[in-house]
Structures are given as structure tokens and as C-alpha cells.
């Protein structure tokens, strides 16, 4: 099974400032030249709701405060400039094998 | 308006059975390969089981598979899980997802809520 590593597991960050999450692969996720790596954002109470696609595609919507970039097996998401509304529990996932797996999540809260 | 609506949750005994209906609508539904997808009260999301477009080929993680089935019915645009021989462990929201061509989730319903316990 691909294992996910996400770090850190919360993150404190001034409203204005730059949030980068991490979510490390333990082999390849990519197939035919696209990384399939995707990012969600579940806010308190709600249900989740897809990011980035694709390792750096914003889905439908999506602020372009949001990024996604990679670097070997290591993947990141970056939100800059933080707002208020991005309180919320980020995910990772890979699409490229069964069984499917999420990062553990990272909770991003403001300072 | 892609719209998901699951039912069929509740409270159920351990090592008894439960069948989730998910409707879908505002997409062509036998278009799509569809996904359940769980979270266990306040902890992260973990794949349940996925199915092609036309239901003919399904997939599960080791933690259901011999007890949970997922199937569909295009004429109905509907989504079904079958759920046997239910644990503790199983205890979670249970979300219908429409899953795209790279495997990621675009649309999620509002999650059904099953409990297991006696």
C-alpha cells in the first residue's frame, strides 16, 4: 500500500501569512507523466471538498491562494495569503493504486 | 446540479447487516466510476470501496472486503452499499462520492451516519 505521511499534523499561522502542508508518498504516484496526488479541505462540521487535483490543478472555484507542487516524493500545499475561512482539516491522497489512501490530515488554525 | 444523496443509516448490533442507497442526479450517472468513502467520528478519511461506470469491476480495501459490496443500479442512478458482519470499527460517517478519471473525489454527499453497537 502507498503510505501518505502528512506533516505537521496542526499548524498555527497568522491570517496574512503563508501555510505550507506537506504530505510525503512512500513510492511513486505518478502514471503517464501526471503525479496523482489530490488535496481536500474539510472546514468544522462539513463534509470535504476537493482543492487541487493532480498534484497542481485547482478544481472548479478554487482561489489561486491554493497551490500544489512536488519535489521527488514529497508533495506540498500552499495557501498564501491565509484567510479567516481556510480553518479547516487538509487531506492528501493518492488516486495511482488500490487500495486508495489519505494522508492523516492537517489542521490549520489561526494564530 | 450534481447532487448525492445517501440514506439508509442508523444504529445496528454488531455482526449485523445494513444496506446505504445513494441517489445521484444532475450527471450522467453511468458515465462515472462512483466511491464510498468513511470517517470514523472525529479522525480522517479511509476508501471503503470503489466501482466502474458500467458495475463491472469492483474494489475494496482489506478492512471490508468478504463483508462490505458496493454495487449500482444506472437505470436508477443509484449507489448501493451492503454492509454484513458489522463491527465497532465500521462506526463512521459514510460519504457517496463521484469519482473522476485520475481517481480523485469531485462531489460528495452529505454523509450518513452508522453506528454499531449493541
Known amino acids: 500500500n502507498i503510505v501518505l505521511t502528512q506533516s505537521p499534523a496542526s499548524l498555527a499561522v497568522i491570517l496574512g501569512q503563508k501555510a505550507t502542508i506537506s504530505c510525503t508518498a512512500s513510492?511513486?504516484?505518478?502514471?503517464?507523466?501526471?503525479?496523482?496526488m489530490h488535496w481536500y479541505q474539510q472546514k468544522p462540521g462539513q463534509l470535504p471538498k476537493i482543492l487541487i487535483y493532480n498534484e497542481f490543478s485547482r478544481a472548479p472555484g478554487i482561489p489561486a491562494r491554493f497551490s500544489g507542487d512536488e519535489a521527488e516524493l514529497n508533495f506540498t500545499l500552499t495557501i498564501e495569503p491565509v484567510e479567516a475561512d481556510d480553518v479547516a482539516t487538509y487531506y492528501c491522497?493518492?488516486?495511482?493504486?488500490?487500495?486508495?489512501?489519505f494522508g492523516a490530515g492537517t489542521k490549520l488554525e489561526l494564530k | 446540479e450534481v447532487q448525492l444523496v445517501e440514506s439508509g443509516g442508523g444504529l445496528v448490533q454488531p455482526g449485523r447487516s445494513l444496506k446505504l442507497s445513494c441517489v445521484a442526479s444532475?450527471?450522467?450517472?453511468?458515465?462515472?466510476?462512483m466511491t464510498w468513502i468513511r470517517q470514523a467520528p472525529g479522525k480522517g478519511l479511509e476508501w471503503v470501496a470503489s466501482i466502474t461506470n458500467t458495475g463491472g469491476s469492483t474494489y475494496y480495501p482489506d478492512s471490508v472486503k468478504g463483508r462490505f459490496t458496493i454495487s449500482r443500479d444506472n437505470a436508477k442512478s443509484t449507489l448501493y452499499l451492503q454492509m454484513n458482519s458489522l463491527r465497532s470499527e465500521d462506526t463512521a460517517t459514510y460519504y457517496c462520492?463521484?469519482?473522476?478519471?485520475?481517481?480523485?473525489?469531485?462531489?460528495w454527499g452529505q454523509g450518513v451516519m452508522v453506528t454499531v453497537s449493541s
Open positions: 462520492t463521484r469519482e473522476e478519471l485520475t481517481h480523485y473525489f469531485d462531489y
Open positions: 491522497q493518492q488516486g495511482l493504486t488500490f487500495p486508495y489512501t
Open positions: 513510492e511513486s504516484v505518478n502514471k503517464f507523466g501526471i503525479n496523482l
Open positions: 444532475g450527471f450522467t450517472f453511468n458515465n462515472y466510476w
